[in-house]
C-alpha cells in the first residue's frame, strides 16, 4: 500500500506557472509508483488572483478535478466557470490555462495520463 500525504510530501510555493502569474502551491504525491499510463496526481493550489499560462499537451491528457473555490478553466479558447466538484478534462492536443478569478484560492487535484497510440 503506497500512502502520500501533506506529512510524507510537503510541497512547494512556485510563482508564474506556463506563464502565468501570481502564486500557486503544488505536492506532487505519486508519480512513478504507478503501473498503468498515469504520469502523476498532484494537490494544486492557485493563489486567489494567480493563474497557469496557457500551454499545450502532447502526448498526454490532463483531469483537474476542483476540491475548493471558483475558477475559470480554458481549453482551446474556449472559457468555463468551475468550482467544486467540477472536472475538466483537456486531451492531447489542446491547450489550456486557468485563473483563480473569483476572490478565493482555488485547490485542485490534477492528474496526467500518457496517451499510448
Not at 11 to 39: C, I, M, P
Not at 44 to 57: E, Q
Not at 74 to 92: F, K, M, R
Request: charged share 20%; hydrophobic share 35%.
Amino acid at each position: 500500500m503506497i500512502v502520500r500525504g501533506p506529512e510524507s510530501v510537503p510541497g512547494e510555493w512556485a510563482q508564474n506557472s506556463h506563464g502565468g502569474h501570481g502564486d500557486y502551491f503544488v505536492r506532487t504525491l505519486l508519480t512513478s509508483e504507478f503501473k498503468s499510463s498515469l504520469r502523476y496526481l498532484r494537490d494544486l493550489t492557485l493563489k486567489a488572483g494567480s493563474s497557469v499560462g496557457i500551454h499545450p499537451h502532447y502526448g498526454d491528457e490532463e483531469l483537474y478535478f476542483v476540491m475548493t473555490g471558483r475558477g475559470v478553466m480554458v481549453v482551446d479558447g474556449e472559457e468555463c466557470t468551475i468550482g467544486p466538484g467540477d472536472v475538466v478534462l483537456t486531451n492531447p492536443g489542446s491547450s489550456h490555462g486557468i485563473r483563480a478569478e473569483y476572490g478565493s484560492d482555488l485547490r485542485l487535484v490534477v492528474v496526467c495520463a500518457e496517451v499510448r497510440q
